[in-house]
Nanobody
Framework: QVQLVESGGGLVQAGGSLRLSCAAS????????MGWFRQAPGKEREFVAI????????DYADSVKGRFTISRDNAKNMVSLQMNSLKPEDTAVYYC????????????????WGQGTQVTVSS
C-alpha cells in the first residue's frame, strides 16, 4: 500500500520560513517524480514544484521561484519543500504527489497523493 505523509505545516508570519516534508512508503521511490501542489480556499489545486527521479532536475511555479526549494533523499524516501520569504498568498493546503509519466505540471500525471498539510501565513 502506497502512502505519502506530509508534515511541517503550520502558522508563520509573512517573511518567515517553513520546511515541508513528505515521507513515502510502499513504492519504488526513485522511480517516481515527486511534486508539490497547493490548494487555497475557494481555488483550484495548483502546481508548486517538481523534482525528477534522481533529483537532478527541478522546476517551480513562477509564483514561488526563488523562494521555494524542492529536494529529495532517495535513500530515505523523502521529499522536502523549503519555503522562504513566505507571503500571505502562500496560505494553502500543501500536497505532495508521486508520478511516473506525463506532464508533471498537471495533477493527472500523478498516481499517488498525500493527505495534505496546512500552511498559514499571517500578514
Amino acid at each position: 500500500q502506497v502512502q505519502l505523509v506530509e508534515s511541517g505545516g503550520g502558522l508563520v508570519q509573512a517573511g518567515g520560513s517553513l520546511r515541508l516534508s513528505c515521507a513515502a512508503s510502499g513504492l519504488t521511490f526513485s522511480s517516481y517524480a515527486m511534486g508539490w501542489f497547493r490548494q487555497a480556499p475557494g481555488k483550484e489545486r495548483e502546481f508548486v514544484a517538481i523534482i525528477r527521479f534522481s533529483g537532478s532536475s527541478t522546476d517551480y511555479a513562477d509564483s514561488v521561484k526563488g523562494r521555494f526549494t524542492i529536494s529529495r533523499d532517495n535513500a530515505k524516501n523523502m521529499v522536502s519543500l523549503q519555503m522562504n520569504s513566505l507571503k500571505p498568498e502562500d496560505t494553502a493546503v500543501y500536497y505532495c504527489a508521486a508520478g511516473r509519466s506525463g506532464s508533471y505540471y498537471r495533477q493527472y500525471a500523478y498516481d499517488y497523493w498525500g493527505q495534505g498539510t496546512q500552511v498559514t501565513v499571517s500578514s
